[in-house]
């Protein structure tokens, strides 16, 4: 069996149990005493190195066992955790996700850890902690695997554990052997029936020969299984005769070995804690056979998919969007009640399948948090801070487009709170505060957009500094400072060349390269906004959409042309005369419930070709906001709301001014999609 026949499941549950390792050990940092943190990450750790093992990655395999015997001497007392152990076990896991990444790539995996192996073996020795007694010698040569055979038949290390959990929880383990006629001529055939049957029934855990084999017809006229069932074996065998050309079938329970050598008995221990504490293994870590030739337990009702077969999902359907645009289009015209009939009853059900794709590629945000408090750790022993981060609303659901996106941004925000924000322990004693300081990273949905919060307790942004530096700058003049909001000020720290290196300890580092967080955030049709109060905190607060591809707009006839404006950006539309617009700042401007909202005529900004010569009576407007600013687009007239598929422009095209995008109209036309933010200052 080749065995990147089920390399991505073994990547895929590889970063599932490293995540469980990573939470496990800063957790149990902060509580060093709770022992049943230290079962959980040996068990991930161990699943790992059973897993690494089976697929072939000794380097791999071999570190986390030199991990696992120190997390076993933790779990034991003869070790008790300090920083120093932290940083080693900490490192370790490093490593094993870089080894990951590797094979992920391509790779072998293969990678020089000799020196925090050595580190390990001090640990586990007592050499670094005389405190504590020295663990019992482990033979670091052993590959960690024990074996049970009956007849013939053997399992391994992670089989035998599989199977002994299923004997815990009630299953009947049974030896199967199958015998054919002897002029059987479709051999291949009637093994697939018996498998058929099987799987119906139970799990088979192996199969000797192996499935490859089994399939390549490899063998005489026999074959031998192992299969977990709660079913009676007189009954497993009568299924198994009905299938033609089966000549017999010996059912007998499977044993285990219950002698074992001294140079086991540490592994064997290992297994009986695996299996007595680990409620579910997942059949695909310990099955040599092919992925698509195994059936998951009854219990399981989740599947893996690749990404690639979700966005082909969602480009087909992007497509039956736009014909659905023109079929109600068509509709319309011909005004046939049939037709209307069938047209509204496709929208329903495809407004039902919009809904369920969009869900398929909705994961929870934790996959880019779960990175941020290693990090935050790393940079407080760097830099001598204590800081304690929260994490709130990790299943908060985002479309993974955006979930690609969000991290560096995210990470640089982190990394200015950590690293200018928070003040130093001392520092904060002085000003009354906690020697330890506080950050909390959080989301939550509101409507159809998810914010993202990150908030310190640090000495938050000097706003009289913010301004000096900005007209120093050129970023605003001396006159628009004397009218700026504190909401506004604190903005300026997100406008290009405000800040460099050496202004970082002046005005709590904030604002180096936070231009281009800004840009990114707003490429994703998202917005940023800082709230702060000098000496107290900083919270930055990020407005996301759930979803990039399809989008709800206005669409909006500017001369002959059709433009789209998405609706999460307008408050809302309005016909005004033309003798209602005033002018300031040499602007045109109109009174909007209170607030003068300057205009922008899209037909000057996209130098769009006029046709008419006279000048209308009234303006067709929409009232866009970014934050507390907002913009009147003036435009000819509206057609109305619409979903649209949200296509790029290309590399070609990528910079040109207010447009993030194109759709194609249900009758083939192509609208181009305003960027609302571009155009308010």
Known sequence: MESNQY?????????????????????LEKDPSNLSIVDEIFRAAHTLKGMSATMGY???????????????????EKITVNSNVMDVLLDSLEYLEKMTADIAEGGTGSMNVESVVTQLKAIEKGEELSQTETPSAVNDDESGDTTSSVEGLTVDQFERTVLEQAKTDGQNVYHITVSLSEDCLLKVARVYMVFEVLEQSGEVIKSVPTVDALENEEFENHFDLILVTSEQDEELKAKIMKVSEVREVIIKPFEFETEQSSDDKQTTEENQVVSNEQPEISNDQANDQPIDQQKKAAGNKTIRVNIERLDALMNLFEEMVIDRGRLEQISEELNHNDLKGTVERISRISGDLQNIILTMRMVPIEQVFNRFPRMVRQLTRELGKDINMEIEGAETELDRTVIDEIGDPLVHLIRNAVDHGVEMP??????????QGNMLLKAFHSGNHVFVEIRDDGQGINKEKVLNKAIENGVISSDQASSLTDKQINELILASGFST???????SGRGVGLDVVKSTIESLGGSIEIESEYGKGTTFSIQLPLTLSIISVMLVIIEEETYAIPLSSIIETAVIKHTDVMKAHNKEVIDFRGHIVPLVDL?????????????????SVVVVRKGDQMAGLVVDSFIGQQEIVLKSLGDYLSNVFAISGATILGNGEVALIVDSNALIK
């Open 7 to 27: 390399l991505d499941v073994f990547i895929d549950e590889s970063k599932e149990n490293l995540q469980v390792v990573n939470d496990g050990l800063l957790e």
């Open 501 to 507: 290196a050496q202004e970082i300890s002046d005005i």
């Open 58 to 76: 000794e380097d791999l395999s071999d570190l986390t066992h030199k991990m696992e015997n120190v997390l076993d001497a933790i779990r034991n």
């Open 603 to 619: 037909r000057q900004v996209f130098e769009v070709p006029s046709v008419k010569e006279e000048q209308e009576d009234y303006y």
């Open 426 to 435: 001392e520092e904060r004693k002085q000003k009354g505060k906690p020697a």
